[in-house]
Every structure is written in C-alpha cells, then in structure tokens.
C-alpha cells in the first residue's frame, strides 16, 4: 500500500524513494509483522482461553495429557493477521503474485478456523472430515495454480510452455514439460506442503521455526528469479514479477517470531490447523510461483518425512499389522525413546537449517 502510494512523492522526498527497494520493504515487512504479533498476541490468546480448548488426544504421547491440557488453539490467526497486514501495508499490491499467496493463505487459514473451531465448540478431536479437507484445500490449490499459469504463460524472457513445466534442480536448462498434468502437480505441492506442516505441528515450537526458515530460502530463491539480472548471472529460470513475494516471505518470518514469544514451551497456545494449514499452503504456493517445485522438496525435507513417516505407518500397519515406528509422525517416535521435547525440537530445528542450506545451495551449484 505505502509503496503505491508514496513512491510517486520520491523525487521530492529522498526518504520515499526507499521504498523501491525490494529489501528494505522486505525488512520492513518483517518488523510490521512481529510487532503485530507480538502485540496482538497476549489479548488474542485472552480471548481464546474464554472460548476454550480442544482435548487433547489420548492416542498421543501420555505426557501431552496433562501438560498440554487447556492450553487454547487457533493461535494461528496472530501469525495470519501479521502476514496480511504486513504484506498489505509494504508490498506492491498491483503485483499479481502477491494477491495469489496471500489468496491461498486466507483460504488455508478459513478451512483451518472451521476446523479448529468445531474441535473447540464441541470439545471434541472431530472437526471437518478428512476428504471435506482436502476437497476445499484442492480447490483453492487448483483455483491458484491456474491463476499462476494464467499469469507466468507468455511472459516474456521465458522458455516455451514454461508456465506448465517443472524445473530441474542443479541443472541450467532442464525443464520437465508437463502440460496439463501441471495443474494437477501444483495442486499436490501446495496441498501436500499444507497438510506436511499440519503434520509437523506436534510440539511447542517444532512446526513455526522450520516454517520460518522455509519463508526465508524461498524469500531469497524469489528475490534471485524475480530479477533478470540475479537469475542470468546464476543460469537461474527468470519468472517475471514473483521477487515481489519477497515481501511476504518477510511477513511470515517476522509474523513466525511474534508467535513464537507464545509458543515457545511451555506453549501458552498452539497454532492450530489455522496456523498450520495456511503456513504450509503459502509456502507451497510460493513454490509454485517461482518454479523451484522439486527444491521445496529439498527445503521443506523435515515437513516431507514428518508427512513420510505418517504414511509409512499407516500402510505398514494396514499390510502387515505391525508399526514401523512407536509413534507417528516421527517426532512423536523420538518422545517414545525418551528424548525431551525440547531436545526434538531443537534437533528438528537444526536439521530444518541444514536442509534450507542444501536446498538454496541449488540456486549456484548448476
């Protein structure tokens, strides 16, 4: 908003012409939204103990039962309200690319809430049914998919029908063509990248940070393609007009943090399907947008082999009768060894920092 309405002013006011600079709005971004947060937060969570909490599981780690008890979900609308209002107040809002994410994001969030609020108003773990989850989050997926093709199709200095294909990592100019397949491929990026973090959402602090430093590679892979200049030198696919996402990349870093001071353990709340689905479903669609699909993989690997480790035992337990693990998702596995929940958390953490690592070291190893 500020960038629209104050740039034109520059060439009389030096201090407005900072706004054309794609990191200092990133930064600011950032700020906005922690302190949004942060600020937010403790009357948010005042709110949500009056409305009450969802039991917690008794098929999960013992533990949980009591200390997780009573503590209030659908935090995840302190992490939504600093994205929005970050991205809204810094970034280039006749950017086409920003109204995709932030759309995929919103939605996420409101079949979270519907979720999340049933769970709360019933006091039961049964909120919407999996495959009514997973048909709303297709069509919101499909809807931006085709909206991103739509705009990336035709654009100038890029390959042919590279709207519709997937590139390959650490290759100059491999590009997979899929044509229409492509819609479907996108879908399963942002829905899977969505119900990855759900997944990965099982201890104080686990799923924010990994999310946090996801939002940070893919806010320097988007400032590297989006420009012609970054993109030639690293023999990088340019893909016009999607550094902007910079800007919410930023949003959800600073946003993360201000959740953070809540949810470090013991966690005063939990991010909930709200908080969860629409982080995982904005990383997704960023994915998308800026064509490193396969590298989310790399990026994103511990929501990947949470997610893995969940299918893994379910197929096993239903082929052989036996589990592969003690619990699922895996983190839950390491509780059953004994490892702290802080030791987890803080391991995953790292492991997550490694991956983020390898996955933008892709962006020069070509």
């Known amino acids: 908003m500020l960038y629209l309405l104050l740039t034109p002013f520059a060439d009389d006011f030096a201090l407005f012409n900072l706004l054309n600079y794609l990191t200092f709005r990133t930064g600011a971004a950032l700020m906005t939204a922690f302190v949004i947060a942060l600020v937010a937060g403790m009357p948010f969570i005042g709110w949500l103990r009056k409305q009450g909490s969802q039991p917690i599981r008794t098929d999960g780690p013992e533990s949980h039962v009591i200390s997780k008890a009573g503590t209030p979900t659908m935090g995840g609308f302190i992490i939504l309200f600093g994205i929005l209002a970050g991205t809204l107040i810094w970034g280039d809002l006749s950017n086409p690319y920003l109204w995709v994410v932030m759309f995929v994001t919103a939605a996420f969030g409101g079949i979270g809430f519907i979720d999340d609020w049933r769970k709360v108003t019933k006091r039961s773990h049964h909120g919407l049914s999996g495959k009514a989850k997973l048909a709303l989050q297709g069509a919101v997926a499909l809807a931006a998919v085709i909206w991103m093709v739509q705009l990336l199709d035709g654009a100038p200095n890029t390959p042919e029908n590279f709207a519709t294909s997937v590139a390959v990592p650490f290759f100059k100019d491999v590009l997979i063509p899929l044509s229409y397949a492509f819609f479907i491929f996108g879908v ?161 953490w790292i492991i997550a920092f490694v991956l983020a690592l390898i996955g933008l070291s892709t962006l020069k190893l070509r």
């Not at 919410?248 to 946003?255: F, P, T």
């Not at 949810?263 to 689905?277: C, E, K, R």
């Not at 983190?331 to 958390?345: C, N, P």
């Open 188 to 348: 399963l990026v942002i829905v899977g990248a969505s119900n990855a973090v759900n997944l990965t959402d099982g201890l104080d602090g686990l799923a924010i940070v990994p999310v946090m430093i996801a939002a940070g590679a893919f806010g320097i892979i988007a400032y590297m393609v989006g420009s012609a200049v970054y993109s030639n030198y690293l023999f990088l696919n340019f893909t016009p007009g999607t550094g902007e996402l910079a800007v919410i990349c930023g949003a959800m870093i600073g946003a993360g943090l201000g959740f953070l001071w809540y949810n470090a353990p013991p966690a005063m709340v939990f991010m909930g399907d709200t908080g969860s689905l629409s982080l995982g479903g904005a990383i997704g669609a960023i994915a998308v947008a800026v064509k490193h699909e396969i590298v989310l993989i790399i990026i994103g690997g511990l929501f990947v082999l949470e997610a893995v480790s969940v299918m893994v035992q379910v197929a096993s337990y239903k082929l052989t009768g036996k589990r592969v693990f003690l619990m699922a998702p895996i983190h839950h596995h390491f509780e059953k060894l004994g490892w702290s929940e802080s030791t987890i958390v803080v391991r995953f």
